[in-house]
């Protein structure tokens, strides 16, 4: 069968490993969008909450598929990387952006897996708080906590590692690194993760600031 020959090659699970991670990245942009209102005050937020999940079906079925594509793209990496490690390095020549980034590309399962960890906290943590309380209440009250505001602190600074080497290589599995490109991509690597950092990383540090007050 075609689709097994394609899943079992070296190729196929580059390509359904950058997929996957660009689904997650596009599901990661979307998320940050609904988070930013947090910035414009807790009516924003709320009723931006309350739309959501309004439509419990269709939350289940997007939840559902993200939850599928973080199965797939942690496993698959996980397959990939310690496959990579039996490969003797001298066989190869050592890319300079990997080079230059060793650190985040040796530690992307480990990052992941701390990503995933991150998630299963974040959603346990939200999913099953008390239904009569606003979720914007509770959003407050958890990360003005020193102790879980430095758990999403340090959560998204790893979600920032594990997107500066993730970028790239998504990329470079998609064909695109060109001479002629390289510059840009080089940038983004940093400038995404950054952006993501500072977005999510500034909710936390509103609240316990003390900014947030009268969130």
Not at 56 to 79: D, E, K, M, N, Q
Request: proline share 4%; glycine share 8%.
């Amino acid at each position: 069968m075609w689709f097994v020959r394609f899943v079992s090659s070296s190729i196929g699970k580059k390509l359904i490993m950058g997929s996957t991670g660009l689904l997650l990245l596009l599901f990661l942009c979307s998320h940050a969008a609904g988070n930013a209102t947090i910035y414009m005050g807790s009516e924003v937020f709320q009723s931006y909450a309350d739309e959501l999940h309004s439509h419990p079906l269709i939350v289940l079925v997007f939840s559902t598929i993200v939850l599928f594509l973080f199965i797939i793209h942690i496993a698959l990496g996980l397959y990939l990387f310690f496959e990579n490690r039996l490969v003797t390095p001298s066989r190869y020549a050592v890319d300079k952006k990997q080079a230059r980034n060793a650190f985040a590309a040796n530690t992307m399962p480990y990052t992941g897996l701390l990503i995933l960890l991150f998630v299963l906290v974040h959603v346990f943590g939200f999913t099953f708080s008390p239904r009569e309380i606003p979720i914007s209440v509770t959003v407050k009250s958890t990360l003005s906590g020193i102790f879980h505001g430095m758990f999403y602190l340090i959560s998204f600074a790893i979600l920032a590692i594990h997107l500066s080497h993730g970028f790239w290589s998504m990329l470079q599995t998609f064909g695109l690194n060109h001479p002629r490109y390289n510059t840009l991509i080089a940038r983004l690597t940093y400038i995404i993760p950054a952006f993501f950092l500072l977005l999510f990383g500034g909710i936390p540090l509103y609240f316990m600031s003390g900014a947030g007050a009268s969130f």
